[in-house]
């Protein structure tokens, strides 16, 4: 899954929020430490397997670096407003083929993981360690 290829009209997102989904998918792999190393010859699908509940949560990590404060407006104008939406995104990712699930997986496990505006908005916590060191 990593590159976006369908005509923007065809998507039920804008297509920035797919590449974010492929950008969270692979940052939450490696701070998993389920990347396969390059060099590797067989790759195992099985053990690089993120569930939703784990992606939801790189989602969340990168989202804060990449964004901060703005990562609801963001969202917003991406058309996510919950992370049901980046359910459907994954599934969408799942029906054309560009990701795998198991037969674990269940669009239900996005439903209701956590709140835009408590984990972006009123939980947000600028680190200012660094601006006070001589």
Known sequence: MSTIRTASTELKYH????????????????QLGRLPDSGEQEFDEE???????ELLNGIRELALEEFGLMTIPVFRHWG???TDDFGRIVFDFIE????RKTDRDRLSDFFDVYGFDEVFDR???IDASQAFRN
């Open 80 to 82: 996510v407003r919950s």
């Open 47 to 53: 053990s690089a397997h993120i569930s939703g509940p």
């Open 96 to 99: 054309r083929g560009a990701m």
């Open 123 to 125: 939980n947000y916590r």
């Open 15 to 30: 297509p920035e929020a797919y590449r974010f989904v492929d950008q969270a998918l692979r940052y939450t792999q490696k």
